[in-house]
């Protein structure tokens, strides 16, 4: 718990260089919701498409924007870049983040952000209007994930629209449901347990129905997509913590599961939590990788392949994965381009900043770079 409270404080406090690019483009209409939608139809029509090759430009680094932030919950961009949600206000208690407490929240707020990768533009941020909402860890291009504590009368789970605003229940029932991740198929999964039973058990929901998950033993927690058909989660028994991979396309997904030991005793849902929120990822990835408390650093598991379990950079806090394989790795004092097997890599920044991967091909990545009460968020391509 002491070394994920060092990350945690690593991230708050560091002390970043300052972004390189050109004065930013302001633009500021009203916030209201046509004006947010216009703002969005201009900007996505001078975009080139996602899958778009550019050839004209030699630049790998460049200025986006910057977000505003608590200092402490990292916002959530959409896979093309083009979308980010900040959780402002004071951060929920860690128990009622982690699930150990359902009391209600009333300090955070939610801003939507346009980023326009092409120009640098600003636009005006967009307030959701309900208040209380703690940001999930995933969205797709439509809308993000987010959870509504109710004290006493459940917890539930909805998706925000980028655009409106407009808030949409997908559980909103009498159990406590938390942790809710997305694919690119918008699977929706996530954890649940009843008020008189404090054990997490799965839940996926798909275009075809709901189905729970659960061995009726472990505690499980924090799920995340890998592409479509993959389900990975921590799950926590008598404080042993592994993390699972589950074949979807199973009948009975428990007979495929895949299991990576991670400590054996000591383990919380707190711990957890930490874990598993300290990297942000891609659900629509084949790969992602995970921050070891014990090992001190980021660790990406390959099952089946030829490196099954591969450590990445000593103190290495973030990671994200690139197209050719290599990772991008970020530690306290830099940003590494690491080949898997290797101890070293090639330098891409030499102070911190949290890596992001998109599904563009002219801004693949994303850099949120702190900067005291705000994010810079700095674009590269790495294709």
Known sequence: MHCIKQLTLLLLTANVLQGCGGPEKTVKPPASTETKLAAMQTLQSALRPADAISSSSTEID?????????????????????????????????????????????????????????????????????????????ANDRFFLVESPNGDNSRWIGKIDWSTGNIRWIASDEYINAFPTINALDDIAWSRKSQDNDRFHLVVKTARGQRAIDDGKSDWLMPSFLGVDRLRAYRLRDGQLSLVELDLQARDPLLTAISLPITETGATRAIVWQIATTNPTGSWSESQAFYHPSKHRMIVWQPGEVIETATLLPNSVAATPVSDGSWLVATDKRIVRQQLGSDSGIHIRNRLAIPIVTTSQQWTHYMLIPQGARLEVRAINLD
Not at 77 to 101: F, M, W, Y
Not at 102 to 108: D, G, K, P
């Open 62 to 138: 460049w200025a986006v924007g910057s977000l505003p932030w608590n200092r402490y919950s990292l916002p959530v961009i959409s896979p093309n870049g083009l979308h980010a949600a900040v959780q402002l206000g004071s951060a929920p208690d860690v128990q009622v983040a982690a699930g150990n407490s359902n009391e209600l929240t009333v300090s955070t707020s939610l801003e939507l952000h346009v980023l326009d990768p092409m120009e640098g533009r600003r636009f005006s941020p967009f307030h959701v209007s309900r208040e209380g909402l703690i940001l999930g860890r995933t």
